[in-house]
T-cell receptor, first 115, second 111 residues
Framework: NAGVMQNPRHLVRRRGQEARLRCSPVKGHSHVYWYRQLPEEGLKFMVYLQKENIIDESGMPKERFSAEFPKEGPSILRIQQVVRGDSAAYFC?????????????FGEGSWLTVV | ELKVEQNPLFLSMQEGKNYTIYCNYSTTSDRLYWYRQDPGKSLESLFVLLSNGAVKQEGRLMASLDTKARLSTLHITAAVHDLSATYFCAVDTQGAQKLVFGQGTRLTINP
């Protein structure tokens, strides 16, 4: 069983460009979460999605950031018009439908560098 | 707002010694997680603690949870160099739907 797959692992973007990060959850998991980790800090929750629905986006900046988890295909975190402060590691995690105290599985992360 | 605080934030210790990392959180929690992160890598799950008094052990690491004190500890016994990493605790109050992480404890174990 493959774990949470994220790509790209490393992404360099110039200021003003768009960054698109993809996440394929563990097979059978329908809950996806995105977290951001700034250098030397802990992870911060951004958004929680189920298939075709955004459940909680309270941690996501109101502008330039969007996320989706379509019926088919991976979850996408999109950052428009990137700025230097967006440079961070973005982690996707997934959990099964009925999470009864089981671990949330994290992907390997996508490291975004804005130059 | 739920807050999670770890201490110490930095810990340098010698091989063979014992030490404890503390994780305090501010409101009632359903679950508490411990993760390990190596530089440039993802998070590796270590423990999930579900109830008051829970204690779990894996190798040289042991985690415990006191929900009344809102405190979890990660105890390292007879440390070895391979345990050098950053350790995070995280607390979940909404049924595994939103984790709040501590700042992390960067552990360095010297030979």
């Amino acid at each position: 069983n493959a774990g949470v797959m994220q790509n790209p692992r490393h992404l360099v973007r110039r200021r003003g460009q768009e960054a698109r990060l993809r996440c394929s959850p563990v097979k059978g998991h329908s809950h996806v979460y995105w977290y951001r980790q700034l250098p030397e800090e802990g992870l911060k929750f951004m958004v929680y999605l189920q298939k075709e629905n955004i459940i909680d986006e309270s941690g996501m900046p109101k502008e330039r950031f969007s996320a989706e988890f379509p019926k088919e295909g991976p979850s996408i975190l999109r950052i428009q018009q990137v700025v230097r402060g967006d440079s961070a590691a973005y982690f996707c995690a997934s959990s099964p439908v009925h999470s009864s105290g089981n671990t949330i599985y994290f992907g390997e992360g996508s490291w975004l560098t804005v130059v | 707002e739920l807050k999670v605080e770890q201490n110490p934030l930095f810990l340098s210790m010698q091989e063979g010694k014992n030490y404890t990392i503390y994780c305090n959180y501010s409101t009632t929690s359903d679950r508490l997680y411990w993760y390990r992160q190596d530089p440039g890598k993802s998070l590796e799950s270590l423990f999930v603690l579900l109830s008051n008094g829970a204690v779990k052990q894996e190798g040289r690491l042991m985690a415990s949870l006191d929900t009344k004190a809102r405190l979890s500890t990660l105890h390292i016994t007879a440390a070895v160099h391979d345990l050098s990493a950053t350790y995070f605790c995280a607390v979940d109050t909404q049924g595994a739907q939103k984790l709040v992480f501590g700042q992390g404890t960067r552990l360095t174990i010297n030979p």
